[in-house]
């Protein structure tokens, strides 16, 4: 594996970054994951639109423009011969001083990794997993907007944590009001009497590619979506759940805190939008 860093590229054991960067000492930077389908990047374009948002909103100036990190990002893929995995874009604020001043950070530090990622065993998307609800609240947005990807991910560590205690693999985070935000590291959907809804971004979901690439296929199947507040009581009275995520793409959710969902089996809804998300990343079954 050959990793990148300020336009040179490493091997793997080689690869390192200072022990003052900003990004290791305090989470400061911002990143995005995304995924290879048959030698394409999906939606790059998209990724790097919501990670210079993401940096912007932290004053933190990426050191290039978005057409070089697009040819950083595919150089990348192509020096590391990957047909299909996952991509790790990180932009850090650098190497600096103790201190939580920005300002001691000379300039930002850019990492791409290009390898494999499998966040959910196979089986599971067949049958569908078991989610809890965690008592770690999603960070409130008048706090951090959740639409910044920040490093800082230690809120939805705690909630895995959980999930993991619970012997889940994900775990569903409310924000300080009670609403559902999303899970740990996925999106959310439910499906009541036909129709689509998921968490609005200003209950602390993270507006997601894959997310908004569902969304977009549901609008062209004719499925009515909306972006509603929703509380646990909407969850367990579903008729069918699912997660969507870069790694996860969508995968159904058949119980949560105990409850089985709708025939606690993925439903149909579900497994048509999964048909046609692989269509559409071109790796038709």
Do not use: W
């Amino acid at each position: 594996m050959k990793v990148y860093i300020d336009g040179e590229f490493y091997d793997r054991s080689e690869a390192r970054i200072s022990v003052f960067d900003h990004g290791l000492l305090y989470g400061d930077g911002v990143f995005e994951g995304i995924r290879i389908y048959g030698g394409k990047i999906f939606r790059l374009r998209e990724h790097l639109d919501r990670l210079y948002d993401s940096a912007k909103s932290i004053l933190l100036d990426i050191p290039m423009s978005k057409p070089d990190m697009e040819k950083a990002v595919s150089d990348t893929v192509q020096i590391n011969e990957r047909n299909e995995g996952y991509i790790r874009l990180i932009v850090t604020r650098g190497a600096g001083e103790l201190g939580l001043d920005p300002g001691q950070c000379a300039r930002p530090t850019v990492i791409i990794i290009a390898g494999d990622i499998q966040l959910y065993p196979p089986e599971y998307y067949d049958k569908g997993i078991a989610v809890v609800t965690a008592s770690s609240r999603r960070m409130p947005s008048d706090s951090l907007d959740p639409r910044i990807k920040s490093l800082n991910y230690l809120n939805n560590v705690m909630a895995k944590i959980e999930a993991g205690q619970a012997g889940c693999l994900e775990a569903v985070m409310l924000n300080h009001e009670g609403y559902v935000s999303e899970c740990t590291a996925d999106n959310i959907f439910l499906v009541r009497s036909g129709k689509i809804a998921t968490p609005a971004v200003n209950c602390g979901a993270l507006g997601g590619i894959t997310r908004s690439a569902v969304i977009e296929l549901a609008g062209s199947l004719g499925i009515e979506v909306r972006e509603a507040q929703l509380t646990r009581y909407d969850l367990y009275t579903a008729d069918e759940c699912f997660m969507t995520g870069t790694g996860a793409e969508i995968v159904p959710v058949v119980k949560i805190d105990g409850r089985g969902i709708g025939e606690g089996q993925p439903g149909p809804m579900t497994k048509r939008l999964a048909e046609e998300f692989r269509k559409l990343a071109g790796r038709q079954q």
